[in-house]
């Protein structure tokens, strides 16, 4: 059975950093595209960055790049979510989501949930003084 768990929101003050990781169980995790999503209080779902299978492709919001880093650990068969300059405009609820047919898109394009199947429960970040 395919699971995803996010792990590592809290609090933080404006610029500081926190690494968000989703732990895949029932599949191999470096074999999908998986994606971060968030969503902030009264506003839609937000696709955030994505990674392709085998760390050929990455992609990244504009709101976000420059700032976030998806990244993979093969061996744990999780994916991260390096936050870094954080911004009180990042405060969210974050999800990550993988599918069997989901594409992460190149540099650039948008991030879209489509064939998006599977989601975990979410972590809340709270960027705040």
């Known amino acids: 059975q395919v699971k995803l768990v996010e792990s590592g929101g809290g609090l933080v003050q404006p610029g500081g950093s926190l690494r968000l990781s989703c732990v895949a169980s029932?599949?191999?995790?470096?074999?999908?595209?998986i994606a971060w999503f968030r969503q902030a209080p009264g506003k839609e779902r937000e696709g955030v960055a994505c990674?392709?299978?085998?760390?050929?492709?990455?992609n990244y919001a504009d709101s976000v790049n420059g700032r976030f880093k998806i990244s993979r650990d093969k061996d744990n068969n999780t994916v991260y979510l390096q936050m870094s300059a954080l911004k009180p405009e990042d405060t969210a609820v974050y999800y990550c989501?993988?599918?069997?047919?989901?594409?992460?898109?190149?540099?650039?394009?948008?991030?879209?949930?489509?064939?998006?199947?599977?989601w975990g429960q979410g972590t809340l970040v709270t960027v705040s003084s």
């Open positions: 990674i392709s299978a085998f760390e050929k492709r990455t």
């Open positions: 029932g599949f191999t995790s470096d074999y999908y595209n």
């Open positions: 989501a993988t599918g069997n047919t989901y594409y992460c898109s190149g540099e650039g394009s948008p991030i879209g949930d489509r064939y998006l199947d599977h």
